[in-house]
């Protein structure tokens, strides 16, 4: 299970990225995946969402920095700072 702030548009369907749909609630706090185990890759696992509306490059920032600090928890964090950095120079 993946839980994450909610985004500012509402979410209508994810899949993971090479087939299979995902299940997925959206609150106004929350937007958590559960992504079944046969469909995780032992190395990442790249979530497909379908929005409501189109996808802005702000909303790339809000959701890079979001997951950065997220997953700085896990001390994940390079790959998503290396993202943010881009998608900010890029608008």
Do not use: N
């Amino acid at each position: 299970m993946l839980v994450l702030p909610t985004l500012p548009v509402h979410v209508i369907k994810a899949a993971v990225l090479h087939g299979g749909d995902v299940q997925f609630e959206q609150t106004a706090r929350t937007l958590t995946f559960s992504v079944p185990s046969g469909s995780q890759d032992s190395i990442d696992t790249i979530l497909k969402l379908k929005l409501a509306e189109p996808w802005t490059v702000p909303l790339c920032v809000f959701l890079a920095r979001a997951l950065s600090s997220i997953l700085s928890l896990w001390g994940i964090t390079l790959g998503l700072k290396i993202l943010t950095k881009h998608i900010e120079e890029k608008s």
